[in-house]
């Protein structure tokens, strides 16, 4: 995809050069992942310099970490008819056997044949939401999370140019509903409550947020609550208006 023919606004073009100068937060080399912001630049040869640009850094572990451990997520961002960014989500199918009817970005596990991050993600997200690879300008790779069982969840940010042209179709089997959400929500304390946790004496929060979509009403919390309030925290460049108490853990690598 040429990134000069993006087929939405200014904001979404400017917001693309701005996330593809990201480095992720123990980024080893001061070289921007663009050398020149304003050269053209086809989808698939942004991904290999993003992939290029970020090899040492915790967001590309994809050779360090077992595939069993690996997994990806896409944070896809378009902007909504009020001009805000917003963000797709899912919610998981209440037969799944892990995380059942619970609130996720669209993702999932390394599977063999991928090549990367990027790959597994836009993978998954067009088997469980059908949404077209083609539609979706990868921007950047952020620091990995990972989770209480020692899976190494990497966020990849994808910018949507021509919302209309996404047909949304689940994959009942994993998929319940899709939705979006706006990412500032997740900067804000409206909508919002925590509980305190603990995990071997390290005392977190886990934050909740409200939402409701064509009169449905969702929860997003947990670990895809942590990268969106990361993901809004980069886009907006501000922190949240509440205090995060982020759980430790989420910065291990390498398991």
Known sequence: MD???FEGSKKLMGLAEELRLYKPLNYSNNKSPIKDPSRTLKNEDHVDLVLDNVKNSTANQFE???AT??????????EGIDGDVRVILTKRS???SSHSGEVALPGGKVEEGDTNDIETALREAKEEIGLDPSLVNVVTVLESFT????ISVVPVIGIMRNKSAFNAVANTAEVEAIFDAPLEMFLKDENRREVEREWMGEKYALHFFDHESENKKFVIWALTAGILI????IVYQRPPAFDERRPNFWNRSGL
């Open 3 to 5: 990134c000069n023919n």
């Open 64 to 66: 360090n970490v077992k």
């Open 69 to 78: 451990n690996k997994a990806a997520v896409l944070i896809c961002l378009f």
């Open 94 to 96: 209440s037969s799944l």
């Open 147 to 150: 989770t209480k069982r020692g």
């Open 230 to 233: 990361r993901v809004a925290s």
